[in-house]
């Protein structure tokens, strides 16, 4: 464990799903929060809409769990992987990277999806999964516009989650991003929506047509 660091980081070589590892541990109690595992291979990890995320060596693939009451008091569980993903990218861009967040939990380099976010509840636990390319992409994907080492990163980034910042400061933040979402699409119920006719809440969720829709991720 590192100096400082209150969360221990479990580094295996192949596994299934750094989260379905992590769910699995916490539900058996083999592992309690706060713990995060990360591999160098996944065979079968968790995409969007539950697709599969394609896993290549030398990307980042991992999950960690943290209890609930731990998290900001003004944080709203459907909207943690706005949180959980905004924090990331403002760690990156310590290093000089140009990641920005497509709502809810999608990583991307200017129009290419370079990552993404999955958050579930466990127990009494907040299980949260990340990928990101730092090395090689599927097509039409892209990677990490820095080179930095998985072990600092992850050291900095939960140094940063230690902090608890509140979620109206990082909601503050996105909301003036928000905007790089016009041209894109997310889906609800399957079906394609455009993000140019949204309205962001304070909560995270968007507008549609009069309806709120929350990130189900």
């Known amino acids: 464990m590192e100096k400082g660091l209150a969360l221990q980081i479990i580094y295996l070589d192949t596994i299934n799903s750094t989260q379905k590892y992590l769910k699995n541990k916490i539900l058996q109690k083999e592992l309690k929060s706060p713990i995060a595992v990360c591999a160098e291979i996944q065979t079968d990890g968790i995409g969007s809409r539950n697709n599969q995320w394609i896993s290549q060596k030398g990307n980042l693939f991992f999950s960690f769990s943290i209890s609930r009451y731990a998290l900001p008091s003004d944080l709203q569980l459907e909207s943690a992987s706005i949180y ?13 990277s140009k990641v920005w967040i497509k709502w809810p939990n999608d990583f991307y380099i200017s129009d290419k999806k370079i990552g993404g976010t999955i958050t579930t509840i466990v127990d009494e ?3 949260c999964g990340i990928g990101l390319n730092l090395k090689k992409s599927p097509e039409n994907h892209s990677t990490l516009d820095i080179i930095i080492e998985k072990e600092k990163l992850l050291e900095d980034y939960f140094e940063n989650i230690e902090k608890k910042v509140l979620w109206k400061q990082v909601f503050s933040k996105y909301k003036l991003e928000f905007y790089r979402n016009r041209d894109f699409f997310t889906h609800v119920n399957r079906e394609k929506i455009s993000l140019s006719e949204v309205t962001l809440n304070s909560d995270g969720s968007l507008d549609i047509n009069g309806e709120r829709i929350y990130s189900l991720r």
């Open 84 to 96: 959980f993903s905004y924090l990331l990218k403002e760690t990156l861009a310590l290093y000089g």
């Open 125 to 127: 636990n907040l299980i």
